[in-house]
């Protein structure tokens, strides 16, 4: 199903004939989408809007898992495969778009004391996440968690971190808040250090649903990285887990690793622009 466009008329009726139950639910969603849209400005402040509303129904519900086991099972597999990656005690880590820690738990467990970094653009999911350092015994850990209004870190100093994480968030991020990242992560991020990003992978037309669900092409998302100075690799290994994301890791290219200026500092020479999504 990796090329199917799911905001097409068809799709959306062959849907709804299927699941004719699941019509008002996405109906409410709509109506509930349209008026947040119409009463925020920017993209941000519409997903922030959305999560308020989400989280109140639920804090798993809101990142994405349909009950506490499925909760559990998510934030293992991320985990699992950024330790067999190699992340581990004496690494700094920064989680963007943590929601409720599903796996973020795990990774406050295993790092040194002070050494996660949590930011999250929706502080009710933040609300969230400080319960679940407490139910799970981890205040001494020190987890730092913070909301941010964008993802260009400037309260954060250069070389920062060894590994950024972020699962199910450009999933649900336009063009443009995906490229600000890029612009920016290269300044945070340690020589050395690695960024994965899960994305929803389309091989047909780039699409969006509802403002809530954008679905890329994986050539596109490797030359937004790489117009900011950053080398983007797709990871066949994440394929093989039960996942419907795909996954892309950006490192710092080598010679920003001897030497100086880095990403996000440095003048990268124009390239092509990433292809356009469809609205
Ligand atoms: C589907 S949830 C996933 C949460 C967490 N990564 C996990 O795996 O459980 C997406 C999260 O990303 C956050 N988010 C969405 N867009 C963001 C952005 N531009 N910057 C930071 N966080 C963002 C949402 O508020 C939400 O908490």
């Keep these: 199903m990796k090329n199917h466009n799911r905001a097409s008329l068809a799709h959306q009726v062959g849907y709804a004939?299927?699941?004719?139950?699941?019509?008002p639910r996405?109906?409410?969603?709509?109506?509930?989408?349209?008026?947040?849209?119409?009463?925020?400005?920017?993209?941000?402040?519409?997903y922030r809007a959305i999560m308020r509303s989400e989280a109140a129904r639920g804090a798993h519900a809101a990142t994405g898992s349909r009950s506490?086991?499925?909760?559990?099972?998510?934030?293992?597999?991320?985990?699992?495969?950024?330790?067999?990656?190699?992340?581990?005690?004496g690494h700094r880590m920064l989680e963007i778009g943590c929601g409720n820690l599903r796996a973020g738990?795990?990774?406050?467990?295993?790092?040194?004391?002070g050494d996660y970094y949590g930011v999250d653009i929706s502080p009710d999911i933040l609300f969230a996440a400080q319960d679940v350092v407490a139910d799970y015994g981890l205040r001494e850990k020190l987890p730092h968690l913070t909301v941010i209004k964008d993802l260009r870190f400037e309260f954060l100093p250069d070389a920062m971190f060894d590994v950024?994480?972020?699962h199910s968030v450009f999933s649900h991020s336009p063009p443009e808040v995906i490229e600000e990242c890029f612009?920016?992560?290269?300044?945070?991020?340690?020589?050395?250090g690695w960024?994965?990003?899960?994305?929803?992978?389309?091989?047909?037309?780039?699409?969006?649903?509802?403002?809530?669900?954008?679905?890329?092409?994986?050539?596109?998302?490797?030359?937004?990285?790489e117009k900011h100075g950053l080398r983007a690799t797709f990871m066949d290994d994440w394929e093989r887990l039960p996942h419907k994301q795909s996954k892309i890791r950006v490192t710092l290219p080598d010679r920003v690793a001897a030497d100086t200026p880095r990403p996000g500092v440095a003048t990268v020479p124009p390239q092509a622009p990433a292809a356009e999504v469809q609205r």
């Design 26 to 46: 996405h109906l409410r969603r709509v109506t509930r989408n349209a008026w947040l849209r119409l009463s925020t400005s920017d993209h941000v402040g519409y």
């Design 164 to 166: 950024v994480h972020a």
């Design 17 to 23: 004939l299927r699941r004719p139950g699941r019509i």
């Design 183 to 192: 612009e920016h992560i290269g300044r945070i991020m340690k020589p050395g």
């Design 105 to 113: 738990r795990l990774f406050i467990g295993h790092l040194d004391t």
């Design 68 to 89: 506490h086991r499925r909760w559990l099972a998510i934030g293992q597999m991320q985990f699992d495969y950024l330790v067999r990656h190699g992340l581990a005690p």
């Design 195 to 225: 960024f994965d990003f899960t994305f929803d992978r389309t091989e047909g037309q780039e699409h969006q649903v509802l403002g809530e669900d954008f679905y890329y092409r994986t050539g596109t998302l490797v030359a937004l990285a």
